[in-house]
């Protein structure tokens, strides 16, 4: 006699569905990470709110410091500005094709090659900081993108899924990962920057040059 | 190594949330197909599990058999708000589909499958996800409890008035087939 448990198992709908693909997995986790990118630039407002106050706090200190200091000291004034570093971003392929060109990967043996129209530049960048690569091994930028700025990215990079980008600082090809979603508002480039030389290109990439 | 990701996150936050899915991903769906009307429901079931902990990271517990449970613990609720929602709606089509497939489907493997998956319908979302962790994917007791936060008593509760309510069903529906 057939129990309530063989018919369960008999109509079970997984018993004759394919494997789940990798595809629909990724295609979930760039969903969920996108949201928690959307939630976290939701609530930094009130975070920029509490930095605003903090720094203005800080600069109001260093004045009156400044101030203090130059009546026991008066040595010269030293001027610190932030070296500019020219960012770029473009679509590159893995095979030559005409009107691409050629460009070695630093620190890698690959070589890409560029497409020649610009997708973003410094000019795009609302604001870069330095962020610990997710395996350890090192720093890179987090960037965030103007309005202009990421619908280039938005419309470049759908159209544009399996193949390299190329991100370049000071006309060299830091890094080319192979897109795997579209990119927009935001993104994090990782290198095996030090922590410094990743200050240096998020400072710069903030400069216009 | 090169890398760009599709948001600016602060890479533990980025780590946990990729380790979720990829660690937990199969799970819930095999788990929300069962507890689903079709794969396109599963699959927006697991999607919304997930987006629930993208908004609340913190509260996901860090020990892989927790933060399991929390995620089944939110996809069956989920499950059940729809399931509450629509409770009326389906009652409709119940009746509507029932009608066609005995005008149509001469396949009476097929009915008789889609029977079933009919009785489990009309169980509550959490009875369900009990009758399906128990018969579907054989898991003990005590594991069912843990997973969904309810006592080793109450799991035995569901189940049996899970089956109960199955038997009935299909006995009032078993013979449908023959018709065609």
Redesign the interface.
Known sequence: MTTVSDRLRDADPLRDEPARSDAERNRIRAVVLAAAADQLQRTEPMWRGRRAALVTALAVLAILALAAGSRLWSGGGVTVHAAAVRFEVRLAEIAFAPGLRPAPVVGSDRVIYLHPETIVTNDEILRSVVVPNRDGSGFGVAVTFNAAGAENMRRATASHLNAPLALLVDGDVISAPTLRSPISESAVVSGNFTQAEAERIAEGMRVHP | ???????????D???R??T???RH??RL??LA??LAPG?DEA?DL??ET??K???S?ASVPLDPTAAEAWLVRVLVNIRRDAWRKAEVRSRYDETVRRADSVACDQESALI???T??RA?DTLAPRRRAV?VMR??EGLPIASIATLLGISAVTVRWHLAVG?RE??RF?ESHGGRHDHC
């Open positions: 190594m090169a890398d760009v990701m599709p948001a600016m996150l602060p890479t936050t980025a780590d949330l990729s979720l899915v990829d991903y199969d769906y095999r197909r069962r794969p699959r697991v999607q997930f987006l902990a993208a908004r990271v008789a499958r889609a079933v998956w489990l009758v018969e579907l089956r199955l038997a299909l």
